[in-house]
């Protein structure tokens, strides 16, 4: 089985070491029999969304943030096709936020009905969140500068820490197989179970009846319940 990832604008979408999350990813799809290739494309690259089995964009600054989507908005159309195909997306940190209708009152790709306004101060916070998809929570990192809003189903329910808005009750976007956060961390190489989900689905654009073969992740998982354990305790 084959796959190819596409790494889109790793070098200036990059701020909290996300290039991890594509690094253990390739490794587990590899434990699961995938030949795996990654492709880094940024700025000006050419590439055709269809090609890829799956797509990651992390966080940058908000003035990075700014130039990628001029850049995206090339792709605009591609990616709400592949989205609707239900591929394979992860964005996490601010670059979920493109894909709302706007940024403050600039327009962004329009894909999914929510909108974000900037903060002068920024929101950071370590988080638990739950999510109905898994069984065990999720932990990681959160610094933001925006709030987000929206009446779609968010990703996940806050347990501790900071949510997408004042009101502070929920965090992301999860649409078909899309999966927006602004959890950085990295989100895939902290949360052992998240990480098996998005192996799976993408295994599953391959092959639709695709069964994880078993592999023991023993550091893996012992690092996650010492960073749960920890964050329960405050």
């Known amino acids: 089985m084959n796959i190819r990832i596409l790494h889109l604008y790793y070098n200036i979408m990059n701020l909290y070491g996300d290039y991890g999350n594509i690094i253990i990813l390739k490794k587990h799809l590899e434990d699961q029999g995938a030949n795996v290739i990654v492709d880094k494309k940024s700025i000006y690259d050419e590439y ?58 600039e327009e962004a790709l329009g894909i999914f009905d929510f909108e974000v306004k900037r903060d002068k101060d920024r929101s950071t916070s370590d988080v638990i969140y739950e999510s109905e998809l898994l069984k065990n929570p999720i932990v990681g990192f959160v610094n933001k500068g925006s709030k987000i809003y929206h009446n779609m189903n968010p990703f996940f329910k806050v347990r501790f820490g ?10 992301g976007v999860k649409y078909k197989n899309f999966y927006g956060t602004h959890v950085s961390g990295p989100i895939l190489a902290r949360n052992p179970e998240f990480l098996q989900r998005i192996v799976l689905e993408i295994c599953k654009t391959k092959k639709s009846n695709f069964k994880l073969k078993k592999v023991e992740y023993e550091n893996e998982e012992k690092g996650y319940e010492l960073v749960l354990e920890e964050l329960r305790k405050r």
């Open 162 to 171: 900071i949510g997408e808005n004042e009101n502070n009750d929920y965090e």
């Open 48 to 105: 055709c969304v269809k090609d890829y089995d799956f797509i990651y964009i992390g966080s940058g600054t908000e003035n990075s943030l700014d130039r990628v989507l001029k850049d995206l908005f090339l792709k605009k159309d591609d990616l709400q096709e592949y989205i609707d195909n239900k591929k394979v997306i992860l964005a996490t940190g601010n670059a979920f936020e493109m894909f709302g209708k706007k940024i403050d009152d």
